[in-house]
C-alpha cells in the first residue's frame, strides 16, 4: 500500500483551532473596563445625554443607535488579535489624553471657545487616547476603526447642517424640475426649492417644497457610515475599497433626486397627499434599497471586471509520497 503524505491546508488549520471568546478576558480586565466605562460616562455625561437625545429627537440622526454596535461587530472581527496580544501602557498616550482633558475642560469653561459639537468629537477621540495610554500601539491599529466609526454617530451643528443641506435640496428641485417639464401639458418653475407646477393650464396647490427632509441628507449620513462599513468587511484590494467608499456621496445624491422627482409625479398624476407624510417616509425607505442596489452593482462590476490572481500557497498544496 502505498504511504501518503498530506499537508493539512490552511482552512483545515483555522478550523482545527480553539476558538478564541472573550471570555479569556477574565474577571479583573472586565471589573477595569467597567471602572473605566463609568468614569468616561460620568466625564463626558452631559455630552452623552445631547446625542442620544438627538437620535431621538430628529429622524436625520436615527441611524445613530446603530453605529455603536458596528463599532463593537468590527471589535468582535479582530478578536483573536487582541485577545492573543500581550498589551502594555503606553505614556505617548497618556500625554494626548490629558491634552484632550485639558481641552475640554477649556472649551467648557471659556465662553468664547464653547461648541458642542468640538467636545462631542473630544469624546471620540478621548476613547482613542485611552486605549492608546492602557494597550499601547498595537492595540491602536485593531481597533481604530471601531472608535473612528463612533464620529458618524455625533449630529453635526444645526449651522453647518443647513449650509450642506441647502445645495442638495437646489439641485434636487432644479432636477426635478427638469424632468417634470418632459411631460407634455406640464409645466414646472423652480425658485430656490420652491417648485410651482402647471399642469393642464391649472396651478397644482400647494406647490412642491423640498424640504430638509427631502435634501439627501439624511440618506447621505447614513449611507455614507454604512458605506465605510461595507468597505472594511468586504475583503478586495484597497484601491477598490476607495472606489466603493467615494461612490457612496453620488448614490446618495442621484437617490435622493429620483425620490423628489418621483414625489413630484406622485403630486400632480396621483393625489398630493400620496406625496407627503407616511407615503413619503416609505419613498424615503425606497431609496434607501436602490441605493444599497448601486452599492452592490458596484461592487459586483469591480469584482467580474477585475480578477485578482490567486496566489498559491506551500500549506495549500497536498503532496503525495509513493514508495
Not at 471657545?113 to 487616547?129: E, F, H, K, S, W
Not at 393650464?201 to 447621505?220: D, F, Q, T, Y
Not at 471586471?305 to 503532496?319: A, N, T
Amino acid at each position: 500500500m502505498a504511504e501518503s503524505f498530506e499537508t493539512v491546508s490552511s482552512h483545515s488549520k483555522q478550523a482545527s483551532t480553539t476558538r478564541i471568546s472573550w471570555l479569556e478576558l477574565g474577571l479583573h480586565s472586565y471589573i477595569k473596563i467597567l471602572i473605566i466605562g463609568v468614569l468616561f460616562w460620568w466625564t463626558f455625561r452631559y455630552e452623552i445625554e445631547r446625542i442620544v437625545f438627538k437620535w431621538i429627537s430628529d429622524p436625520s440622526w436615527s441611524h445613530g443607535f446603530l453605529i455603536p454596535f458596528f463599532s463593537l461587530y468590527f471589535i468582535n472581527q479582530r478578536k483573536k488579535e487582541i485577545l492573543t496580544l500581550r498589551s502594555r501602557p503606553n505614556y505617548v498616550g497618556l500625554f494626548f489624553l490629558l491634552c484632550c482633558l485639558v481641552f475640554y475642560i477649556l472649551n467648557m469653561s471659556i465662553p468664547s471657545l464653547r461648541a458642542t459639537y468640538i467636545r462631542q468629537v473630544l469624546m471620540v477621540t478621548t476613547l482613542g487616547t485611552i486605549v492608546f495610554f492602557l494597550c499601547g500601539w498595537q492595540m491602536v491599529q485593531y481597533t481604530w476603526l471601531a472608535v473612528f466609526f463612533l464620529i458618524f454617530a455625533i449630529p453635526l451643528p444645526q449651522g453647518y447642517y443647513i449650509r450642506l443641506t441647502m445645495p442638495m435640496r437646489k439641485l434636487a428641485a432644479v432636477i426635478a424640475t427638469a424632468l417634470l417639464n418632459l411631460v407634455g401639458g406640464l409645466e414646472a418653475s423652480v425658485s430656490g426649492v420652491i417648485i410651482d407646477v402647471f399642469y393642464k393650464g391649472k396651478h397644482m396647490e400647494p406647490a412642491l417644497n423640498v424640504a430638509e427632509a427631502c435634501s439627501g441628507m439624511r440618506l447621505l449620513m447614513a449611507f455614507l457610515a454604512l458605506g465605510v462599513a461595507m468597505a472594511y468587511l468586504h475583503y478586495r484590494p484597497i484601491w477598490q475599497r476607495m472606489v466603493l467608499l467615494a461612490s457612496t456621496i453620488p448614490i446618495a445624491i442621484f437617490c435622493n433626486i429620483v425620490r423628489v422627482t418621483v414625489t413630484g409625479f406622485i403630486h400632480v398624476f396621483i393625489d398630493p397627499k400620496y406625496a407627503q407624510g407616511f407615503y413619503h417616509d416609505i419613498l424615503g425607505m425606497g431609496m434607501l434599497v436602490l441605493a444599497f442596489g448601486l452599492y452592490y452593482f458596484i461592487a459586483w462590476f469591480m469584482s467580474n471586471l477585475f480578477v485578482e490572481p490567486k496566489v498559491i500557497s506551500e500549506e495549500d498544496v497536498i503532496v503525495r509520497k509513493s514508495p
